[in-house]
């Protein structure tokens, strides 16, 4: 490991052990301080709508001629002293935000802090019209939706109101009861609706998405772009869009590319999208890992939200067979094959999330991704 | 000044000062690394929106017997190592989220970190319904509405496309043109909308952001409140709920309480709230300092924006005046009777956001709000 495996590591390290059996976490493990160089926040991409006419300043609110900025992605950074030289560009999934990245239900460092730790330069952010990136220029309507229990499913902590056997996600009993235990509701509460149309699952019509992050690494420069279950199309897309994307970790992509001179592969959540051979081949210059957690079955179960899954590793080694084939370097790694059982579709939030951000600095460390300065560690 | 006058502090004084005259800010001055033993987020209040029926994992979005968490307020907080003994909750104003307290709209640092560099722990958040705290029981339609110039004028920048002579906001020319410079946009993309029905104006109906901030308070214990504009009337409903508030320090508040046994007092943006006399005697226990910027006019303008102001000082001044006539410590402070001027409603995000802040270290520390441990400083 690239990174000095300080007592602090180890601790951490332990105590992930020691909650990987389901048990609630008590009060987050005290670290040692984290140092900064510089943190702050901004907004980057976006459109703006423009109203006819002339504005008037002698009318109270004048729409006429005015402007709304809208559609731009929210970006928070945080620089640690003496940063690796490539910043870690997190992005969250479907229903989510950048607190994806952030304490994890149980209170615990979330990948934002522990990269931080280890010298990475983090950026998280809120992809246009979702939660801080909420100004947008097309309106909708928003209709709560009681569906947590189904997220359950789908995120894969169980079969609602049961945890599976040795989830890597903290509850007291087995079986979940109403009102829920404070790190589910803090998981619940970590959901937020579109304030515009949102994008398709496909990425077809991702452009405000796509344009922003694409913005943002052409003002961070080079850069890892880090992807999460509904951003990994829109990850694969603004590679495509953006050379400054030097490496792609995308945790649970549901759906994929192909270059569309090729037969289409098995779909995963939805068919792969379509993109000229010259583009795809752009996917092949640089490091691709796609990770996955546990529970994910091979075939039909009684539960549709657990069903989701049954494509999804199958598509994603399409894609790496085929980004492979045209000589790239992309791999699929199932947690469980690496010794760690139990993760949901957010292992870098849950109890042994240590433990996956150790494989993600191994991933760093191997393709030469973690360096300072001129290359050294 | 109660934290060591650093060669850092000395450089930002200078720096706001060389910025004061409207000059676009260069890149951020460098300053020494922020040293932080904890930070994370986490939700806090809130409501359950329970569909009847009985839920079934057999099927793919089952709603029924389904629940939806909402209505919590979002909150990030950074605790420095030897933390003051009281943080610091910042609560943004109407439209805004938290982003108001982080990087100013040219970079600089914002309140969050100033302070965080002061020895405060420092809690932001995002209101019930708005940002990162998106997600809502009950839905609203979004409408994108072209408003950016008149809160250009409301929030006195200027009379668009002018700006104030003088005004402390970057930009290099006195007239504004589209597309506006970069201060300016991502002053304009700060604003995000509301994703369920708005609290009232005068803070009659807002028991999902008043209870979300006593039960944040109820979770770390006492501290000082800071309220920006709408957040203003808020701040005073939340002291009357919950003791925990030691201090309230109120930038631009907009509309005021009363006691329901005396006569109104004239109205803010909106007529004063009345409250019970046993409640608004809460508000006589703390300290309270009530901040205005520059260019609020005595009387009314041609500009109705502009003109929301006139009655903004007379109903503060009135409000402190009630409070100490019941033997509380309230004050209003008007930024250009302390040698600040061209400051517009966002005072702490303004060029010489460094004095403000000096002026609230100031305070907090002659009302002894800014002690460490027992007594030391």
């Given at each position: 490991?690239?990174?000095?495996?300080?007592?602090?590591?180890?601790?951490?390290?332990?105590?992930?052990?020691?909650?990987?059996?389901?048990?609630?976490?008590?009060?987050?493990?005290?670290?040692?301080?984290?140092?900064?160089?510089?943190?702050?926040?901004?907004?980057?991409?976006?459109?703006?709508?423009?109203?006819?006419?002339?504005?008037?300043?002698?009318?109270?609110?004048?729409?006429?001629?005015?402007?709304?900025?809208?559609?731009?992605?929210?970006?928070?950074?945080?620089?640690?002293?003496?940063?690796?030289?490539?910043?870690?560009?997190?992005?969250?999934?479907?229903?989510?935000?950048?607190?994806?990245?952030?304490?994890?239900?149980?209170?615990?460092?979330?990948?934002?802090?522990?990269?931080?730790?280890?010298?990475?330069?983090?950026?998280?952010?809120?992809?246009?019209?979702?939660?801080?990136?909420?100004?947008?220029?097309?309106?909708?309507?928003?209709?709560?939706?009681?569906?947590?229990?189904?997220?359950?499913?789908?995120?894969?902590?169980?079969?609602?109101?049961?945890?599976?056997?040795?989830?890597?996600?903290?509850?007291?009993?087995?079986?979940?009861?109403?009102?829920?235990?404070?790190?589910?509701?803090?998981?619940?509460?970590?959901?937020?609706?579109?304030?515009?149309?949102?994008?398709?699952?496909?990425?077809?019509?991702?452009?405000?998405?796509?344009?922003?992050?694409?913005?943002?690494?052409?003002?961070?420069?080079?850069?890892?772009?880090?992807?999460?279950?509904?951003?990994?199309?829109?990850?694969?897309?603004?590679?495509?869009?953006?050379?400054?994307?030097?490496a792609i970790v995308a945790y649970e992509p549901t759906?994929?590319?192909?270059?569309?001179?090729?037969?289409?592969?098995?779909?995963?959540?939805?068919?792969?999208?379509?993109?000229?051979?010259?583009?795809?081949?752009?996917?092949?210059?640089?490091?691709?890992?796609?990770?996955?957690?546990?529970?994910?079955?091979?075939?039909?179960?009684?539960?549709?939200?657990?069903?989701?899954?049954?494509?999804?590793?199958?598509?994603?080694?399409?894609?790496?067979?085929?980004?492979?084939?045209?000589?790239?370097?992309?791999?699929?790694?199932?947690?469980?094959?690496?010794?760690?059982?139990?993760?949901?579709?957010?292992?870098?939030?849950?109890?042994?999330?240590?433990?996956?951000?150790?494989?993600?600095?191994?991933?760093?460390?191997?393709?030469?991704?973690?360096?300072?300065?001129?290359?050294?560690?």
């Amino acid at each position: 490991m690239s990174w000095k495996t300080s007592s602090v590591t180890v601790c951490a390290l332990l105590l992930g052990s020691a909650l990987s059996h389901g048990a609630l976490a008590g009060p987050p493990a005290k670290q040692s301080p984290v140092v900064i160089a510089e943190q702050g926040s901004f907004a980057v991409g976006g459109n703006v709508l423009q109203s006819p006419g002339v504005f008037s300043p002698n009318v109270f609110i004048s729409t006429a001629g005015g402007t709304l900025h809208g559609d731009h992605a929210y970006v928070q950074f945080q620089i640690p002293p003496n940063a690796r030289n490539l910043p870690l560009v997190m992005w969250h999934g479907g229903g989510q935000m950048a607190k994806t990245w952030e304490s994890t239900p149980d209170g615990r460092e979330g990948f934002q802090t522990i990269f931080l730790r280890r010298g990475f330069a983090v950026y998280i952010l809120d992809q246009p019209r979702r939660g801080r990136a909420g100004q947008t220029t097309v309106g909708t309507t928003i209709t709560p939706i009681t569906i947590d229990q189904s997220l359950f499913i789908i995120f894969r902590l169980g079969i609602w109101p049961n945890f599976f056997p040795g989830i890597q996600f903290p509850h007291t009993s087995a079986v979940a009861t109403l009102p829920v235990e404070e790190p589910l509701n803090q998981y619940f509460r970590q959901i937020t609706p579109n304030t515009g149309p949102a994008d398709p699952a496909d990425g077809t019509n991702s452009a405000n998405e796509t344009n922003a992050v694409a913005a943002l690494f052409d003002k961070i420069g080079p850069g890892v772009l880090i992807t999460h279950s509904a951003s990994g199309i829109l990850g694969w897309q603004t590679a495509i869009k953006n050379a400054k994307i030097k490496a792609i970790v995308a945790y649970e992509p549901t759906v994929f590319v192909y270059p569309q001179n090729e037969p289409a592969p098995p779909p995963g959540f939805a068919p792969a999208v379509p993109v000229p051979a010259s583009d795809f081949d752009k996917l092949t210059k640089i490091p691709i890992q796609i990770v996955f957690g546990d529970n994910i079955p091979n075939a039909p179960t009684p539960y549709p939200g657990l069903n989701l899954w049954v494509n999804a590793i199958p598509a994603a080694q399409a894609f790496a067979a085929t980004v492979n084939a045209h000589g790239g370097d992309a791999e699929v790694v199932r947690l469980p094959d690496k010794g760690l059982h139990g993760n949901t579709h957010f292992p870098f939030s849950d109890l042994n999330n240590v433990a996956v951000a150790d494989l993600l600095s191994e991933y760093l460390k191997e393709k030469g991704l973690d360096k300072r300065g001129n290359g050294n560690n």
